[in-house]
Nanobody, 121 residues
Framework: QVQLVESGGGLVQAGGSLRLSCVASGSIFSINTMGWYRQAPGKRRELVAEVTSRGDTNYADSVKGRFTISRDNAKNTVLLQMNSLKPEDTAVYYC???????????????WGQGTQVTVSS
């Protein structure tokens, strides 16, 4: 029932920008933290950025100053503005939402299918 759909990935040259979007839909009671993770081939999935329902943000050191995460609570949407992209940013980016589907259940992590971001030199 709950679905997270990412969009905005693609191929871009180093120094360019991309904007990723993620929309959570379905039977959602509430959402706590939403964030973006990424996974490059042969590497573990890592946190890129996250934002709480109140707007508090947390970024990986590697993207600070280049990426900006934001959300629209009314639309259950989280955005990731990526500027000054580097080849090392190449990865599949996954949307994550810590949410609950009812007031009778605890928070559970949900994931999108991922969107490919490729940064060429």
């Amino acid at each position: 029932q709950v679905q997270l759909v990412e969009s905005g990935g693609g191929l871009v040259q180093a120094g360019g920008s991309l904007r990723l979007s993620c929309v959570a839909s379905g039977s959602i009671f509430s959402i706590n933290t939403m964030g973006w993770y990424r996974q490059a081939p042969g590497k573990r999935r890592e946190l890129v950025a996250e934002v709480t329902s109140r707007g508090d943000t947390n970024y990986a050191d590697s993207v600070k100053g280049r990426f900006t995460i934001s959300r629209d609570n009314a639309k259950n949407t989280v955005l990731l503005q990526m500027n000054s992209l580097k080849p090392e940013d190449t990865a599949v980016y996954y949307c994550n939402a810590d949410l609950r589907v009812s007031p009778f259940r605890g928070y559970t992590a949900y994931w999108g299918q991922g969107t490919q971001v490729t940064v060429s030199s």
